[in-house]
């Protein structure tokens, strides 16, 4: 319980430091290559947040408070999206247990696991099935990923976690052919 208020205290500080100083480093964030596979009728897309949760994410992740990261899936074809999907990845803090619980929405997977690392790991990968018997020819596949922004009660302010990605949204392509 007193890790958990500590944690709460730290975020706000955080965030407070963040609104007022424009000095603030954030990460540096990116996608590792996008590898695709075919697999039935579906082309496995999986790529990964690279430096996405360093520096100061230990402690936000131990807030309590639900953090998602949003994914948006995207094919086109001939400059037309052909195929749009947003999805997240979700933790939440769970201070009795002292782990955190996960929600990977796009591979339909719930698990609980007591190592930051792993939390870590298990957030920044994306495997998206995208459904290409429908299609064929060349199509350009895109995967981005940003922070929504989270309310503190303890500041009464909205605090936009993109801060902490330098206001940067991580994004890959990749032609592919069908």
């Known amino acids: 319980m007193l890790g958990s208020l500590i ?4 975020l706000n500080v955080l965030a407070f430091s963040v609104l007022l100083f424009s000095n603030y480093t954030g990460n540096i964030v990116d996608f590792s290559s996008l590898l695709t596979k075919t697999v039935g009728d579906n082309l496995v897309c999986s790529t990964y947040l690279t430096n996405a949760f360093e520096n100061d994410f230990d402690e936000i992740f131990k807030s309590g408070k639900e953090i998602r990261v949003w994914f948006e899936f995207r094919a086109l074809k001939d400059n037309k ?11 939440k803090w769970n201070a009795g247990k002292q782990e955190y ?5 796009e591979q339909n997977y719930k698990t609980n696991t007591k190592s930051v690392k792993e939390l ?14 429908n299609h ?10 940003y922070l929504p922004k989270i309310y503190l009660e303890t500041i009464s302010k909205e605090v936009d976690l993109m801060l902490l990605w330098k206001m940067k949204k991580p994004s890959i392509r990749k032609e592919v052919r069908l």
């Not at 944690?7 to 730290?10: C, P």
């Not at 060349?138 to 981005?144: G, Q, R, S």
Request: hydrophobic letters at 40%; zero cysteines.
């Open 7 to 10: 944690s709460k205290v730290y």
């Open 81 to 91: 999206v052909i195929h749009y999907e947003k999805f997240y990845h979700q933790v």
């Open 101 to 105: 619980q996960l929600n990977l929405q």
């Open 120 to 133: 870590k790991y298990l957030l920044s990968v994306v495997e998206y099935p995208f459904y290409k018997a």
């Open 136 to 145: 064929n020819g060349n199509v350009v596949i895109e995967v981005n990923a």
